[in-house]
């Protein structure tokens, strides 16, 4: 039997009226003469709700607690939605991620997929029913406990069920219509793209896209899965969506292809440290085992003159998450109060966010960063941090200018046009 995997996303479950929506979706694709794994997320908004109190309880929090909470909402919606396809008569069974069992590492809220064994859905298919519901964005550790993949993650669990089933095809049902030049929600003029490399979707993804969490789309990439991204809340067919795919199926080639954004970074400083070899390993060391995801580093000579250390100086910048702040302060302080890292201050912004311009197409054009900094330089937006890749330009700004830059750079490539 043809095999498909479907994913609904928070606000496409958002309420009974919803799931029912998607059930039909899900109903349809049955009669068509598919099996069907359908992929479920947390009602909107549960998750963060969840988040809320385990951070309220417990600031420093215990990260297999966290998971054990924050794992809770998508267990609602896969019950509810087999319940839905039941009443449909559509013969539906809900399960949660131990009971596949999706078999996970033991990194607490980044888990990530070590084995999803087919045996258990299998048997039930063989047995007559026709929808699989799974709970995403959790699975088990090699110790027994509950793990969660990461915000965004039932996404990755879509696409991990295609891999493992063979899916023909595994669709991601969502509140857009697709995948767009950049977030539509704050660009009226994005466009909507018929097609986008693996690799572009990829590095959006991690630029902060929040279409697609960057995990699913690193899986679909390796396992060649064929992944669509579109929308519950029209009529959907064949052709719906935003197919992610290989760049040589792609007619398009813009140099640039999107613009992302990331509201949710912070700048943290440490001024004035040594300047010699093993500070940066000193510094980074404590931040990564306090499980902080560094992501820009710039490290610049002070030109202040610093009578109290002697030798050079020079001033660390780096942007991780802004919930992640307290947790790297803490392994600052503590490897300063260890004597392992010296430095005067540390300074930190809360109020900053990331712009990035992303296209397979910079690999071989120069000029896309002259491009970018003229655009923000025209609009005032300061630059604080800057980041280059093969395919992507980023830059870290006062997140009230976010908006315009991610404007301004969508004008200044002519994404609103295909050619
Ligand atoms: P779901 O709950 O279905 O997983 P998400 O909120 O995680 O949905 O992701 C969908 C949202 O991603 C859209 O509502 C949109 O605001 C945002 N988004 C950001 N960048 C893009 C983009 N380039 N194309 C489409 N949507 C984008
Ligand atoms: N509910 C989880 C989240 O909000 C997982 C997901 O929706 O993909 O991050
Ligand atoms: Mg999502």
């Known amino acids: 039997m043809p095999l498909l995997v479907m994913k ?47 951070e309220q309880t417990s600031p420093l929090f215990d990260a297999r607690e966290y998971d054990a909470v924050v794992s809770s909402g998508e267990n609602v919606t896969a019950g509810l939605m087999a319940l839905t396809l039941q009443e449909m008569d559509v013969p539906a069974r809900s399960w949660q991620g131990w009971q596949v069992p999706i078999r996970t590492t033991s990194a607490h809220s980044a888990a990530r997929f070590l084995e999803i064994p087919r045996e258990n859905l299998d048997a039930k298919f063989a047995e007559g029913f026709k929808v699989a519901v799974v ?30 089933f063979a899916a023909e095809r595994c669709d991601i049902y969502t509140d857009v219509d697709g995948v767009y030049t950049t977030d539509p929600r704050i660009a009226s003029k994005a466009r909507k793209l018929e097609k986008i490399a693996y690799e572009e979707m990829l590095e959006l993804a991690s630029l902060g896209a929040k279409v697609l969490q960057t995990r699913s789309v690193e899986l ?29 199926d792609i007619m398009e080639s813009k140099v640039v292809s999107g613009v992302a954004y990331s509201r949710d970074e912070a700048k943290m400083t440490l001024v004035t440290v040594e300047d010699r070899p093993g500070v940066a390993a000193a510094i980074f060391g404590p931040l990564a085992e306090a499980g ?31 919930n992640q702040v307290a947790r790297a302060r803490k392994a600052l302080e503590d490897a300063k109060a260890a004597g392992s890292i010296v430095y005067d201050e540390l300074v ?72």
């Open 220 to 248: 679909a990439m390796r396992y060649k899965v064929k992944l669509r991204v579109l929308s519950s809340f029209e009529d959907t067919d064949e052709t719906s969506g935003t197919l992610v795919c290989d760049e040589e």
């Open 135 to 164: 709970a995403g964005f959790q699975g088990v550790s090699p110790e027994g406990r509950i793990t969660t993949l990461g915000r965004g993650g039932s996404d990755t669990t879509a696409v991990a069920f295609a891999a493992a």
């Open 8 to 54: 609904f996303g928070g606000t496409s479950v958002a309420d009974l009226a919803r799931i029912r929506n998607a059930a039909e979706k899900v109903k349809r694709e049955v009669e068509r003469g598919y099996d069907v794994i359908v992929i479920v997320s947390a009602m909107s908004g549960k998750t963060n709700e969840l988040v809320g109190w385990v």
């Open 348 to 419: 930190v912004d809360t109020e900053v966010a990331k712009v990035s311009v992303v296209g397979i197409g910079m690999r071989s054009h120069a000029g896309v960063a002259s491009t970018m900094f003229k655009a923000l330089a025209a609009d005032g937006v300061n630059i604080k941090v800057i980041a280059t890749s093969e395919i992507k330009i980023s830059v870290l700004i006062d997140r009230k200018y976010m908006e315009l830059a991610v404007q301004a750079l969508h004008d200044a490539f002519a994404l609103e046009t295909a050619n």
């Open 292 to 322: 902080v995801n560094v992501d820009m580093i710039v490290q610049n000579i002070s030109e202040k003159d610093y009578g109290s250390h002697p030798g050079s100086v020079t001033d660390m910048t780096f942007s991780c998450p802004i």
